[in-house]
């Protein structure tokens, strides 16, 4: 079993990474693989919405990791995408990145990297903004039949840099938790996959929109 896990931050050493680094510690205990993978300081495209990856199954931008992000996550079995707080809300880079990764994968077979698996977002910020930016975040798993996994808190800490991470106890209590439901889940899954419970088929026939 496999977490993959994105760090949305360009400072790839920061909080986030400390944040995730907490719950890496926690899988590698629940003998489940763990890869960060960091989203980093390049730029990063925004979804130009032209549609393509519809033909393609994949984005046509192929120059700053979103592709390759979603080939790693056809076999992962969980997700957490770690982001600082910025002016209340995701970093722009993890946004960019998340629109494109996860548009480029609802078409024809829907969905198939990020579907029917656990999903937690973590937000980390100096002071303020953290529910806000959690909201945005839990709308990618939402949509994409994805299980949003809870803690003991919203799953949020603070950090203005991440030597102050470790300060927070009960962001980090939050953080430990979260892995270990995180983990529990995966194996229900994996232990109802081995028994023969199948994830359900989604009917898919309907798309109306509001104005026809
Ligand atoms: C552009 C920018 C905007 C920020 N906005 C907020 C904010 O709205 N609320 C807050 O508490 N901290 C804010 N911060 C602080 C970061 O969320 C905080 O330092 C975080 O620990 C950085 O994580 P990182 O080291 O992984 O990048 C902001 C930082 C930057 C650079």
């Given at each position: 079993?496999?977490?993959?896990?994105?760090?949305g931050s360009?400072?790839?050493?920061?909080?986030?990474?400390?944040?995730?680094?907490?719950?890496?510690?926690?899988?590698?205990?629940?003998?489940?693989?763990?890869?960060?993978?960091?989203?980093?300081?390049?730029?990063?495209?925004?979804?130009i919405g032209?549609?393509?990856?519809?033909?393609?199954?994949?984005?046509?931008?192929?120059?700053?990791?979103?592709?390759?992000?979603?080939?790693?996550?056809?076999?992962?079995?969980?997700?957490?995408?770690?982001?600082?707080?910025?002016?209340?809300?995701?970093?722009?880079?993890?946004?960019?990145?998340?629109?494109?990764?996860?548009?480029?994968?609802?078409?024809?077979?829907?969905?198939?990297?990020?579907?029917?698996?656990?999903?937690?977002?973590?937000?980390?910020?100096?002071?303020?903004?953290?529910?806000?930016?959690?909201?945005?975040?839990?709308?990618?798993?939402?949509?994409?039949?994805m299980l949003?996994?809870?803690?003991?808190?919203?799953?949020?800490?603070?950090?203005?840099?991440?030597?102050?991470?470790?300060?927070?106890?009960?962001?980090?209590?939050?953080?430990?938790?979260?892995?270990?439901?995180?983990?529990?889940?995966?194996?229900?899954?994996?232990?109802?996959?081995?028994?023969?419970?199948?994830?359900?088929?989604?009917?898919?026939?309907?798309?109306?929109?509001?104005?026809?």
């Open positions: 079993m496999k977490v993959l896990m994105l760090n360009s400072n790839t050493n920061g909080s986030t990474r400390a944040g995730l680094d907490i719950m890496a510690e926690v899988f590698d205990t629940e003998k489940i693989e763990c890869e960060i993978v960091c989203v980093g300081a390049k730029p990063v495209r925004d979804c032209c549609g393509k990856c519809s033909e393609k199954g994949m984005c046509i931008f192929s120059d700053d990791g979103v592709n390759e992000f979603v080939g790693k996550a056809t076999d992962a079995d969980g997700f957490v995408f770690g982001t600082p707080v910025y002016y209340a809300h995701p970093s722009g880079r993890i946004l960019s990145f998340l629109d494109r990764a996860f548009f480029s994968n609802m078409w024809g077979t829907g969905a198939a990297a990020f579907r029917h698996k656990p999903a937690a977002a973590i937000v980390v910020a100096r002071r303020a903004g953290t529910s806000a930016t959690y909201d945005v975040m839990n709308k990618y798993f939402g949509i994409s039949q949003n996994v809870g803690s003991t808190y919203w799953n949020e800490f603070h950090a203005l840099s991440r030597e102050d991470v470790p300060k927070d106890a009960e962001g980090t209590q939050t953080l430990r938790n979260l892995a270990r439901n995180m983990a529990w889940l995966m194996k229900c899954i994996k232990a109802g996959r081995d028994a023969g419970v199948t994830p359900p088929a989604a009917e898919a026939d309907s798309m109306t929109n509001f104005v026809r």
